[in-house]
């Protein structure tokens, strides 16, 4: 039976023109070895002059241009010394021309902006009766297909209505990137997932102590290349340490940035082609306080690696890899709370059926429980989780996909028990949402797809992403939703 989906006419599109300035080295270290001579070869007023033109084109495109310019030349300070020049002897003004050199505008979201999610924001303030503030985070697809995360703030009125604020006018990468410190033990237990050789490992981690800093692996990778006469396996299995600890980090954005502004551009190597369908969730902490996490899929050309991102002012995030023997697959979703004092995670771990996890450590998952296969025509090929889970009187609210004919994806909802969410209570016969003639059609036709929604007013407020293009709103009302559910 069908039930009524009130779609919204609230449209995101792409947009060019939100760019960011990021690091760029054209064709390597032999070409920057042939740029950086031109640049010092100009006179002190050839040089001052093109500065000039540079900011003076770019500097209101961007927040604070010349900080980034200095950062990108510190990244090339090596080669500068290599070359037989003396960095001290160098005007701020030639530093900062040989960092506009090797910096770059990219358009994070000039291809598609969709797979959205939806959290109460932390500030509540200032809202008028039945109102809720909320921060909605999408994919954001720029050239070459790559992906970031990136947020909108807007308030649910209290017929559920939705006003966005207007997005900044900059987009700001964060100002400050800290590395972690590894536990040892966590860190050969990836190693091994990842079906890295374990019996050439000890060259490298053989000589740090439990706890060690990204400084000391990379000092002890450099001491293993210098002293051993290394063929090509053992120098991928150091290739392998070090990706795996650049996908550790944590980000600080500047205070003065809206909330639209910030976008967590890929850092890491384990992310050089993109932060995929970041999934967030408000979590409630035992000593009743809220943190924000968000699953997501990092990809490289290596592989793919899930991780969590960890905030609670959306100022400062932590990123690390999610370990465990399933936690390698993507579409990841965490519960809002513990469940029988242990965390609890939607999974695809075979790519096709639901999963339950169960851990008594956030970071790690040893056991997965399947709890759902395809059983409509609509979801035949896959299924798989929208988001987290949602607390409701009657059971745990999961929004679901399916993939049917023509690889069509068509969204759907199942209830899980409370108490033993391995419990499927109900689910929809018929799919809550099918792409419309307008939803089918963008970068990958016939699909309508999210990563979380939320509950307001006893309605559930779906963000959905059209066609991996664009992205939209629709309200479900939850009375209908329930009475017209399948129970088993």
Request: proline share 5%; glycine share 6%.
């Amino acid at each position: 039976m069908a039930i009524e989906v009130d779609r919204k006419d609230i449209r995101f599109y792409p947009d060019s023109k939100r760019v960011i300035a990021r690091y760029y080295m054209p064709g390597g270290d032999e070409r920057a070895r042939s740029i950086i001579p031109k640049i010092l070869s100009l006179s002190e007023e050839d040089t001052r002059f093109t500065l000039n033109r540079v900011l003076t084109n770019f500097s209101q495109r961007h927040r604070n241009i010349s900080r980034v310019f200095r950062k990108h030349y510190n990244n090339v300070l090596h080669l500068i010394k290599e070359l037989g020049f003396d960095p001290e002897s160098l005007s701020r003004e030639t530093q900062l021309l040989i960092g506009s050199y090797f910096t770059m505008e990219y358009s994070i979201e000039s291809a598609a902006f969709f797979n959205p999610s939806i959290v109460e924001d932390p500030d509540q303030t200032a809202l008028g009766d039945g109102e809720k503030r909320v921060i909605v985070s999408f994919r954001a697809t720029g050239e070459g297909h790559i992906s970031s995360i990136v947020f909108r703030s807007g308030v649910i009125g209290k017929n559920n209505g939705l006003k966005f604020d207007p997005p900044g006018d900059l987009v700001d990468i964060p100002e400050a990137v800290k590395r972690h410190i590894y536990d040892k033990k966590t860190f050969l237990d990836k190693l091994s997932e990842m079906s890295v050789q374990q019996e050439l490992i000890g060259m490298v981690m053989d000589r740090l102590d439990d706890k060690f800093t990204y400084g000391e692996l990379q000092s002890s990778i450099k001491e293993s290349m210098e002293k051993n006469n290394l063929d090509s396996t053992q120098k991928k299995v150091l290739k392998d340490c070090k990706w795996l600890a650049n996908s550790h980090y944590e980000i600080t954005f500047s205070l003065d940035t809206a909330l639209s502004e910030r976008v967590i551009y890929p850092i890491s190597e384990s992310e050089s082609n993109g932060i995929e369908d970041a999934r967030f969730v408000r979590f409630s902490d035992d000593d009743g306080s809220a943190t924000y996490y968000a699953t997501y899929t990092a990809f490289s050309n290596f592989t793919i690696l899930p991780k969590l991102i960890e905030t609670s002012d959306f100022y400062h995030f932590k990123v690390m890899p999610i370990n465990g023997e399933f936690a390698q697959n993507k579409g990841l979703a965490l519960f809002p709370r513990k469940i029988n004092n242990k965390y609890a995670m939607m999974s695809r771990v075979d790519g096709v059926n639901n999963y339950i996890m169960f851990s008594d450590d956030i970071h790690y998952w040893a056991d997965a429980v399947k709890i759902q296969e395809p059983t409509y025509p609509w979801q035949f090929i896959q299924i798989g989780n929208c988001g987290s889970p949602i607390e409701t009187e009657k059971g745990w609210l999961l929004l679901t996909h399916g993939v049917g004919p023509m690889r069509r994806y068509s969204l759907g909802a199942s209830l899980l028990d409370l108490e033993d969410p391995t419990k499927v209570l109900a689910q929809t016969g018929e799919p809550l949402m099918r792409p419309n003639d307008e939803e089918r059609e963008g970068y990958v036709p016939n699909v309508v797809y999210s990563c979380g929604a939320m509950i307001h007013n006893n309605e559930l407020i779906i963000p959905y992403a059209m066609a991996d293009y664009a992205s939209s709103f629709a309200t479900v009302s939850l009375d209908e939703l329930f009475a017209k559910m399948v129970y088993l």
